[in-house]
């Protein structure tokens, strides 16, 4: 049923974040106090009530975060499409194991809201393909995985 809010991940939102995936993420930009949506795909679920996610540590996102913390996470799963809102923090400015300047950006969940319109679902989720090399791609995205699940 559409317009479900709930103030945790249900299970499958949960298990959906156990992996990289697409997701977007809304801010509020530092400078002019509007909106601003990026896509991201390194993303993880640490508990029911908390998200990560690893950006480079230039990212103004990361910015964004330091001087307003609200953000929200839009994810397409379990046949609908889902808005989880909470308030972010910087949890470390460098992910340790891992060889980019990644910064690790923690969200405490506020509420998860399916956003989905009425009478819909979804068929096919959204999917990427790395387009630089394939075997330098997995191993960074292992090593990035591997560092916020043990962060």
Request: hydrophobic share 40%.
């Amino acid at each position: 049923m559409a317009n479900q809010v709930e103030p945790k991940l249900i299970q499958p939102l949960f298990e959906a974040l156990q992996q990289e995936r697409f997701v977007t993420l809304a801010t509020i930009d530092y400078e002019t106090g509007g909106p601003n949506v990026s896509a991201i795909s390194w993303v993880l679920a640490k508990d029911e009530e908390t998200i990560y996610f690893a950006v480079d540590n230039r990212s103004r996102i990361v910015q964004n975060i330091k001087e307003n913390n609200k953000a929200v996470v839009n994810v397409i799963a379990n046949e609908s499409t889902y808005s989880i809102a909470g308030d972010g923090a910087v949890k470390e400015e460098k992910l340790e194991g891992v060889p980019l300047k990644l910064a690790l950006v923690e969200i405490t969940i506020k509420e998860v809201r399916d956003v989905m319109f009425y009478g819909s679902k979804i068929v096919s989720e959204p999917q990427y393909d790395k387009t630089y090399d394939k075997d330098a791609a997995a191993r960074l995205d292992k090593q990035v995985m591997d560092a916020m699940k043990n962060a």
